[in-house]
């Protein structure tokens, strides 16, 4: 048998060989990389923030180091078999054809059944990880509904009286026991840091739960196709030592203090006899809309239009101008507001301490 026709072929596994040698190499290198990203406001499964999320990145390191190895092994072997075979010009001798071999069959139909099964235990272990409450670590408890919306999310504390929305406020070291269900279409709620992702049904409640280790703020992405500004659904979750959260209760139990601005004055009237109340709630006034987002605190939060923008007075005015140029599909129309109509509509929005 003349072995030249298969040189190029054994230059191209050679080729391949090592491109993948060099990929999963660097693959491992930016794994600290990413891990280290995560600290900042980039949402991480590396990083995590709470125990659900742990056992999760637990897992993932398991499961990497386990791949790493098998991939060393399959491609080394490739590797070491293109160098030991490949043809040489002096060389008549050719590798001894063979057909069958019952030890190594039973070798690689074990190994890798073995491989699997142990990574299928530690999935299930895992999994009974996320769905035990670590009660006796944090005996405190809260639960939140969370309805997800084309393109935001609701949040009721039923206990506490609160309905809020795009910002997740919460307790750190306690159990939060999340009610997920959705207002129209599929949604997903997922937070990397502190949990995975749980979807959000119409007409069906699913329950899931995060905790917080330390305070911070904790963004998150809806998970799920849900329409034109899927990418525009985020999360933010908004983790308060206790002391901090029970202030935050009080503040958002209270009524909105009445505007004293005359600007702010003028934006409350604007507001009250325009179509916003057609969709928005504003406790303790007219205002009693259940299509949008409860205003009764706007600016005591830290986002806007579904997480995607950050509050202020800026981002109000501009998505006040026209909220499906920032937020596409949004159900709150271009209202075709005057510049003098969002200024005071904007000083009154900003009095929503
Ligand atoms: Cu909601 Cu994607």
């Known amino acids: 048998m003349n072995g030249s026709p298969q040189t190029p072929l054994r230059r191209a596994l050679l080729l391949i060989?090592?491109?993948?040698?060099?990929?999963?190499?660097l693959s491992v290198l930016a794994i600290p990389a990413f891990a280290q990203e995560g600290t900042s406001t980039q949402p991480s499964s590396l990083n995590p923030a709470g125990p659900n999320s742990a056992a999760i990145a637990s897992l993932f390191t398991v499961v990497l180091v386990i791949a790493t190895a098998v991939f060393v092994v399959v491609e080394g072997l490739i590797l070491i078999s293109a160098f030991r075979f490949r043809h040489r010009v002096k060389d008549t001798s050719e590798p001894t054809q063979v057909h069958g071999n019952t030890k190594a069959e039973i070798a690689w139909t074990i190994l890798p059944a073995l491989i699997v099964v142990t990574l299928f235990v530690m999935a299930l272990q895992t999994q009974q990880t996320l769905d035990t409450k670590p009660v006796a670590a944090a005996p405190e408890q809260i639960t939140v509904k969370v309805i997800g919306?084309?393109?935001?999310?609701?949040?009721?504390y039923s206990?506490?009286?609160?309905?809020t929305a795009?910002?997740?406020?919460?307790?750190?070291?306690?159990?939060v026991n999340l009610e997920l269900t959705s207002a129209d279409v599929i949604h997903s709620f997922w937070v990397p840091q502190l949990n995975g992702k749980t979807d959000a049904f119409p007409n069906h409640v699913n329950t899931t739960w995060i905790q917080a280790n330390t305070p911070g703020i904790?963004?998150?992405?809806?998970?799920?196709?849900?329409?034109?500004?899927?990418?525009?659904?985020r999360v933010v979750v908004v983790a308060k030592t206790p002391d901090e959260f029970d202030q935050w209760v009080k503040q958002q139990?209270?009524?909105?203090?009445?505007p004293t601005d005359a600007l702010a004055q003028q934006g409350q009237q604007t507001f009250m006899t325009g179509a916003c109340i057609g969709c928005h709630t504003i406790?303790?006034?007219a205002a009693n809309g259940k299509v949008g987002p409860n205003l009764t605190h706007l600016a005591s939060r830290t986002s806007l239009a579904g997480g995607s923008l950050t509050e202020s007075d800026g981002n109000l005015r501009r998505w006040l101008a026209n909220p499906p140029a920032l937020k596409p599909g949004s159900m709150m129309p271009n209202l075709n507001l005057t510049t003098t109509e969002i200024d005071a509509l904007v000083a009154y929005l900003q009095s929503l301490k």
Do not use: K, R
Request: a negative charge; aromatic letters at 10%; glycine letters at 8%.
């Open 159 to 163: 206990d506490l009286g609160i309905t």
């Open 283 to 285: 406790n303790g006034t």
């Open 218 to 233: 904790y963004y998150g992405q809806c998970a799920e196709l849900c329409g034109a500004s899927h990418a525009n659904m």
């Open 253 to 258: 139990q209270a009524a909105p203090v009445e």
């Open 166 to 175: 795009t910002d997740l406020v919460i307790p750190t070291d306690t159990v």
């Open 149 to 156: 919306h084309q393109f935001w999310w609701e949040y009721q």
């Open 17 to 25: 060989g090592a491109l993948m040698v060099v990929t999963a190499l």
